[in-house]
Every structure is written in structure tokens, then in C-alpha cells.
């Protein structure tokens, strides 16, 4: 199937950076070619999906939530097994926080990939980033080269895999959002590991946010508005 090379799908978490990535998607393809995709994948917080679904309206594009139950069966991680507490500590043996879910990614980008597939969509917008990160192995540029290769390779397309936030810092981020005209919408975004709102302020998510926009010199609309 020939991909059409102006469609894009942004995987939207209802978080700061796939927001931006949205924005980003609108801003070089237009909003009529752009659709976000989120996946419910038994999440503790369903506050994410509420706020996912608040973007897109917001942003004026369409929007799909797939389930995907399988996460919370495989258990482990603080993300979707109610017994693992959200902490910073690392896994002494893989150097990961318990905030890592084994694949989550992977299996996104790739239903991502077959849902674009049979839409015609071309682009796949994902808001990873490898800087100011927790070491997610998901998120480094190798990793979603490589499964760009693979996807191509397993469905027969020249599916494009886009992370425009993959090089830049969280401060790079939210000057981003800002030029993207992005920062009304962080007002409806979730970032807390805790799921509250208004946010923590004290989970590696609600810090390292809250990094971001005090070194670009910028109020959070999440923290001025709730
Ligand atoms: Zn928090």
C-alpha cells in the first residue's frame, strides 16, 4: 500500500511532550492531515486519557483510544501494578527506575504503525526524548531508528517515525511548545507519576517538568490554572 506523505498520526500520551510533538505535527503538516492516537493500556492514572482526549479537542484534531490490556498482566511496574510504589530508585541490576514498562513503546509505535497502515497515514509523531531522560531504552534514537527499519521491512511501507524532541532538553522543550503556540494546551495536560491534580510536585515527572519551565524562564499553565 502506498502511504500518503502528507498524513500524520501523533501518539498522545495526554502529556507535555507528546502535546508538543502535536503541535509540532499541525505546524508541518496541517492540522485537516494530522490524528492522534492514545492507547489505554490499563494505566493507574485514567486521569492520562481524560487529559488526552482534552488535547486533541483542544488542538482541533482527531482522536482514537485503543485498548491494550496486556501491560498490567505482566505486572512489575509502578506505571500499572497498584503493589510497586512510583519512586526514584533503580533496579540494581538494569540501572532502570520501576517507572519503565518493558515494551511499552515498541508495541505502541508498532500498533501506531499497522493503525496508520490502513489509513494510508504516511508519519508517525512520538514524543520521546533521550536527554534529561531516566535511561528509558526505548527512547533512544536507536532504538526507534531500528524499529522504523523493522516496520518497514514486516509491513512492505516507507512509514517515517518522527521524535522531533529526541535531541532536545526538557528547557528545549517547553521554548518549543511556546513557539508552536503549545502552552494554553499544557493547561490540559498530566505529567504527575501520582495521578493528581493539581500535580504533586514531588515525582521525578512533576521535578523534572518543573525543571523544564523554570530554566526556560516560563509559567506552567498545568500550575497557574489548577
Ligand atoms: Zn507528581
Redesign the pocket.
Known amino acids: 500500500m502506498t502511504a500518503n506523505h502528507d498524513k500524520a498520526l501523533v501518539l498522545l500520551s495526554g502529556g507535555q511532550d507528546s502535546t508538543t510533538c502535536l503541535y509540532w505535527a499541525i505546524d508541518r503538516f496541517g492540522r485537516d492531515c494530522v490524528a492522534a492516537i492514545s492507547f489505554d493500556y490499563g494505566q493507574r492514572h485514567r486521569i492520562e486519557l481524560e487529559c488526552a482526549a482534552a488535547i486533541a479537542a483542544h488542538a482541533g484534531v482527531t482522536h482514537v483510544c485503543l485498548p491494550i490490556d496486556t501491560f498490567a498482566s505482566l505486572g512489575g511496574d509502578a506505571l500499572t501494578d497498584r503493589d510497586v510504589d512510583v519512586c526514584c530508585d533503580v533496579d540494581e541490576q538494569t540501572g532502570l527506575p520501576n517507572t519503565f514498562v518493558p515494551g511499552r513503546n515498541l508495541i505502541f509505535l508498532t500498533f501506531a504503525a499497522a493503525y496508520a497502515y490502513q489509513r494510508e497515514i504516511g508519519h508517525l509523531v512520538v514524543g520521546v526524548s533521550q536527554t534529561d531522560y531516566s535511561g528509558y531504552p526505548d527512547c533512544r534514537s536507536q532504538t526507534i531508528e531500528s524499529l522504523q527499519e523493522t516496520i518497514r521491512l514486516g509491513m512492505e511501507s516507507r512509514v517515517q517515525i518522527h521524535a522531533p524532541l529526541i535531541h532536545i532538553s526538557k528547557k528545549e522543550t517547553v521554548e518549543l511548545a511556546r513557539d508552536l503556540g503549545a502552552l494554553d494546551t499544557m493547561a490540559v495536560t498530566h505529567?504527575?507519576?501520582?495521578g493528581?491534580r493539581p500535580?504533586?510536585?514531588?515525582?521525578p515527572?512533576?521535578l523534572l517538568r518543573a525543571k523544564g519551565f523554570a530554566e526556560a524562564g516560563i509559567e506552567d499553565p498545568l500550575i497557574t490554572t489548577s
Open positions: 505529567t504527575c507519576y501520582n493528581t500535580p504533586c510536585g514531588e515525582c515527572a512533576c
